[in-house]
């Protein structure tokens, strides 16, 4: 099982990425999946969740309503959208699959002006 996370990088506030994450290793249609971050000195956080075909989507309450999550069954991978960035969204972003035995190494997103 492998999840590799690309789409980070250095943003002004209030700018958008687009974060992606590759999965490999299981039938990734069959599991919902997740993203998380944590900043410096700060524990795991869950950011936003995504049931197995799409239909149901969740979000912390401090992402919901800027931070959208997708996910393409045929291409193994999902997203996180992000819009309107601020200085606290600043943090090293995962995805994992809801069982989170497996993590990636994560994609660092900085918030700055």
């Known amino acids: 099982v492998q999840f590799v996370e690309s789409g980070g990088g250095l943003v002004q506030p209030g700018g958008s990425l687009r974060l992606s994450c590759a999965a490999s290793?299981?039938?990734?249609?069959?599991?919902?999946m997740r993203w998380y971050r944590q900043a410096p000195e700060k524990e795991r956080e869950l950011v936003a969740h995504?049931?197995?075909?799409?239909?149901?989507?969740n979000y912390a309450d401090s992402v919901r309503g800027r931070f959208t999550i997708s996910r393409d069954n045929g291409k193994n991978t999902v997203y996180l959208q992000m819009n309107s960035l601020t200085p606290d969204d600043t943090a090293v972003y995962y995805c994992?699959?809801?069982?989170?035995?497996?993590w990636g190494q994560g994609t660092q997103v900085t918030v700055s002006s």
């Open positions: 995504i049931s197995n075909t799409g239909g149901y989507r």
């Open positions: 290793g299981f039938t990734f249609s069959g599991y919902a």
């Open positions: 994992t699959r809801v069982t989170r035995d497996y």
